[in-house]
């Protein structure tokens, strides 16, 4: 059975510190990416990745930051968060030859304060 | 910005009855995916149409990719309370081959 699997379901941070999320999947797949959902405006692409130490910029990449050092590993790093960043955070996974069924993680709750 | 428009964003129903969301496009899409995420819980593909016209059925749920590839549907037949969730389309959108989400529409039934 296939598993996306995030560190945390809920983080509450504060306002200027250095959060990291991670991400990891156990499917082999070369494609990686990281969301952010918002009541209303959907998900949105922040980053993603289609190889170890690759990294494209989706929609919305400021502010972020992101690392793959392992191809099973996906880390979404907030250099310093702020309360805008206050999301859901979903990281997903797809194979090399398949950007379009994408296998989702449970989600983090990140809450800045 | 978003390339498809999914309307409604929210639709009530009487268990019982029939559920249709759209997802449309100004340009022509290569392919069209669809998800269900269930409320706290995460997305999950459905289903992905690639051809002109075409039609596929999971049991209560029909699924139709416009002759012009441009507009798709979801259609759920006499819904029940486990189809409570929010439903979401994704395309490719511009040069890219990462799909772009819709916004979504929410479904609630009431029982």
């Known amino acids: 059975d296939v598993k996306v699997t995030q560190s945390s379901r809920y983080l509450v941070k504060r306002t200027g510190e250095k959060v990291f999320l991670e991400c990891v999947q156990d499917m082999d797949h070369e494609n990686m990416f990281w969301y952010r959902q918002d009541p209303g405006l959907g998900l949105r692409l922040i980053y993603f990745s289609y190889d170890v130490k690759m990294k494209e910029k989706g929609d919305i990449p400021e502010g972020y930051s992101v690392s793959r050092e392992k191809k099973e590993r996906f880390s979404l790093i907030l250099e310093s968060a702020s309360t805008n960043q206050t999301s859901m955070y979903l990281c997903?996974?797809?194979?090399?030859?398949?950007?379009?069924?994408?296998?989702f993680g449970p989600g983090t709750r990140l809450t800045v304060l | 910005g978003q390339q498809v428009m999914q309307i409604p964003q929210y639709q009530h129903v009487q268990e019982g009855e029939d559920f249709t969301t759209y997802c449309n496009s100004s340009t022509t899409l290569s392919n069209i995916q669809w998800y269900k995420q269930r409320p706290g819980g995460h997305p999950v593909f459905l289903i992905q149409l690639v051809k002109s016209g075409e039609v596929k059925k999971q049991k209560r749920l029909t699924f139709q990719f416009g002759e012009a590839k441009k507009n798709s549907s979801l259609h759920i037949t006499a819904t029940q309370t486990t189809d409570v969730g929010t439903y979401f389309c994704a395309a490719p959108s511009g040069g890219s081959y990462i799909p772009t989400f819709g916004r979504g529409t929410s479904l609630i039934v009431h029982p």
């Open positions: 997903a996974s797809t194979r090399e030859d398949s950007h379009n069924e994408q296998f």
